[in-house]
């Protein structure tokens, strides 16, 4: 850390008076109402209870003082889209109160602003566009594949020989491969799932954006050695790498209820531990930096030797790692090894965590929603054929698997990883719903809050994925230019509806998916399921994850991967990985919770919102029982209601088809009736 200059600690000080000052003085006139009093206590006590208790008391934008700071607290759509989206150029990063920018991730992608984020955002963009994704999708088979028959085969094996009451020869080899962090007092055949898809995510990060592969990753022997990591992903420098972004989450979460009243350079425990987990996530990444410069000389020297006037540097990686490494400015300077440090720990940082909580919350509630999981289970079978098949996963898949998707947009919506999303007003502005905002609030606007909104989800607490799939659907059939299919018999008018709105801002007012939800007393229409079972099997039109979440998501309300110009840009990536490991891991086990009274994995809201622990029973699937499940969904596939999540009821109104024009007036008319009916 730096030494403090004389400056530094005037600015301390000045701002630790004003935060005082704020404790006695009443908000500034038009500030949103709020509770009275510093709230750092509530807020540390627990963050959900807190943002939902202050919801439920005083609306959905809420002004409140937090560690001395003024904050409000946003879960009103159409506010929180002037934020990240209309205003974004009022609403910035620097000043945020909550998530300050720190050594962690120096001046990186995630915190920058203005002109320096512009042209980190240009440069980093190629490396996430859709063909770049779709390239890395053999990472994340290859390292999903390590994983499934490395430790998870070995605790299904210990599970069924323990059931036979067989010797523990599965047991032993479980034993021997424990994921990095978990407990070893787990019972065999049960995992903790979360610790294991962290390593994952890690491993999958490295090798597809840095070019580091190590299919070692889960051997026992690994685990064993202590030496100091000189291979990068082996199963110890895995743990460390785990552990330091917890540690460093965990002080970012204290400090951010507290508003870092004291600074990070003085040497507080708090401080020095989170000095440690920044040094150990340092020489991980120096050392990926070091490699590949030692590697590209010596390609360089090579090159040389088979022609000695060649001067060409140029690398045989395509990766994100040689891509920072070959950018320039524009004087043609390279970039500095600090300025590369940044945005590789920005990376890593910001797509392994959040990563592993999806796929960890996706696991728990596919292991306690059985029905789903056989659904979703039936249409990966489906899809890539059953677990004794030797076919693998590939990018082109998640197009075809739309009712998995479903679960991992649904997983998203309840378990937000990014459950807040902070920005600092940079000048005095108006919120909408005519509140004024003083130059230096941090608003936080909350997907957590936001994606529970009962005035836009229906049942908002339950975990019903089939919400998706209209949309889902008619994205894909608006790909493919399938415009005649919607007039086809098979298509109901909710369907109908949603096509024309996805294309334009009407998309985004709320109304399509309220009245995705809303016209059927049940799980949905049966059409859109019937049709996303056939695309499952038929099409290969793969979602455009962007486009679907654009702005705050298609009713305005759903943004887990953040909205506007600073939205996540490894949404495609993540949803990738998302579908890819959950469909291998669908197509080799079935989870279950580890008993049947077992609860679901309690939140442990840090700086994201992640599971304490996700400890599921592994169970191998049997290829007799997928075949059984396949069958199924080809003949869920013909025009017959015979789906393994089927609607209760099918209550629709059955309308005349009309000239076009009359017809349009009274979608746009129905519109405005749901709409009305929502508010
Ligand atoms: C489930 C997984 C993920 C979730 C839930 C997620 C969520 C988010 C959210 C909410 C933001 C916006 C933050 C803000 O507005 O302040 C964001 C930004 C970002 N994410 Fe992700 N993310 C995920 C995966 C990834 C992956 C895999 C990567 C890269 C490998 C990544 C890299 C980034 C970066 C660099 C930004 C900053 C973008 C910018 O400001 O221009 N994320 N993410």
């Not at 990766?319 to 400015?329: H, K, V, W, Y």
Request: aromatic letters at 6%; one cysteine or more; glycine letters at 8%.
């Amino acid at each position: 850390m730096p030494a403090p200059s004389l400056q530094s600690l005037a600015d301390v000080a000045g701002g630790a008076v004003t935060r005082l000052q704020r404790l006695v003085q009443p908000p500034p006139p038009g500030f949103p109402p709020g509770p009275a009093g510093d709230q750092s206590v509530g807020m540390l006590g627990g963050p959900l209870e807190f943002i939902s208790r202050l919801r439920r008391q005083h609306g959905q934008v809420v002004g409140l003082l937090l560690g001395g700071e003024r904050v409000v607290l946003l879960s009103e759509p159409a506010a929180a889209k002037q934020v990240l989206v209309e205003q974004a150029d009022v609403f910035v990063k620097a000043g945020t109160a909550f998530f300050p920018g720190s050594s962690l991730t120096g001046n990186g992608l995630l915190v920058s602003d203005g002109e320096v984020w512009r042209a980190q955002r240009r440069m980093a963009n190629p490396a996430f566009r859709k063909a770049a994704v779709d390239n890395y999708a053999d990472e994340m088979v290859a390292a999903t594949q390590d994983l499934l028959d490395g430790p998870w085969a070995a605790a299904a094996a210990a599970a069924a020989s323990s059931s036979q009451g067989g010797s523990s020869r599965g047991q032993q080899q479980q034993q021997q491969q424990r994921p990095a962090g978990s407990s070893s007092s787990l019972p065999a055949g049960v995992r903790d799932v979360y610790a294991d898809f962290n390593q994952l995510t890690l491993n999958i990060t490295l090798a597809a954006l840095f070019g580091l592969k190590d299919s070692s990753s889960y051997s026992s022997s690994d685990a064993s050695s202590s030496s100091s990591g000189s291979k990068l992903t082996n199963s110890e420098t895995a743990a460390r790498v785990v552990s330091a972004v917890e540690r460093a989450f965990t002080y970012f979460a204290a400090r951010g209820a507290t508003a870092m009243v004291v600074p990070e350079w003085v040497p507080t425990p708090d401080n020095v531990a989170f000095k440690e987990a920044v040094q150990q996530l340092d020489d991980l990444v120096y050392g990926i930096i070091d490699a590949r410069q030692a590697e590209n000389r010596q390609q360089q020297q090579q090159q040389q030797g088979v022609d000695p006037s060649s001067s060409s540097s140029s690398s045989s990686r395509t990766d994100l790692l040689q891509a920072l490494l070959d950018s320039t400015d524009e004087a043609g300077r390279p970039m500095a090894k600090t300025a590369l440090r940044d945005e590789l720990m920005t990376l890593l940082v910001a797509g392994q965590e959040t990563s592993a909580i999806l796929l960890g919350w996706a696991a728990a509630l596919l292991a306690h929603h059985p029905k789903v999981q056989a659904a979703a289970a039936a249409e990966v079978a489906a899809v890539l054929g059953s677990s004794s098949s030797s076919s693998s996963a590939s990018a082109a898949d998640v197009g075809r698997l739309a009712l998995l998707t479903a679960v991992v947009l649904e997983a998203l919506r309840l378990y937000s990883p990014a459950y807040m999303v902070g920005r600092c007003a940079n000048r005095d502005v108006q919120l909408a719903g005519g509140y004024t905002l003083p130059a230096g609030t941090t608003v936080l606007v909350s997907p957590y809050l936001l994606h529970r909104e009962p005035s836009r989800w229906r049942n908002p607490a339950l975990f019903k994925p089939e919400r998706w799939l209209p949309l889902l659907t008619g994205q894909q059939q608006q790909q493919q230019g399938a415009a005649a299919a919607a007039g086809s018999s098979g298509v109901c008018p909710m369907h109908e509806q949603q096509q024309e709105t996805s294309g334009g801002e009407a998309q985004a007012n709320g109304s399509s998916s309220s009245s995705s939800e809303g016209s059927s007393s049940s799980s949905g229409c049966p059409m859109h399921q019937q049709s996303s079972s056939s695309t499952s099997t038929t099409t290969s039109s793969s979602y455009n994850f962007m486009s679907l979440l654009r702005d705050l998501g298609p009713n305005g309300a759903y943004l887990p991967f953040g909205g506007g110009p600073r939205n996540c840009i490894g949404t495609g990536f993540a949803m990738t990985e998302a579908v890819l490991v959950l469909a291998m891991m669908l197509q080799r086990f079935e989870l279950q919770p580890v008993s049947p009274a077992a609860g679901f994995p309690r939140p442990k809201p840090m700086l994201t919102l992640r599971p304490e622990a996700v400890p599921l029973r592994l169970l191998r699937r049997r290829p007799q029982q997928q075949q059984q499940q396949q069958q199924q969904q080809q003949v869920a596939a013909q025009p017959k209601p015979m789906l393994t999540l089927r609607p209760e009821a099918v209550p629709l109104r059955l309308l005349r088809r009309r000239p076009q024009q009359q017809q349009q007036q009274q979608q746009q008319q129905q519109q405005v009736e749901t709409a009305q009916k929502v508010a």
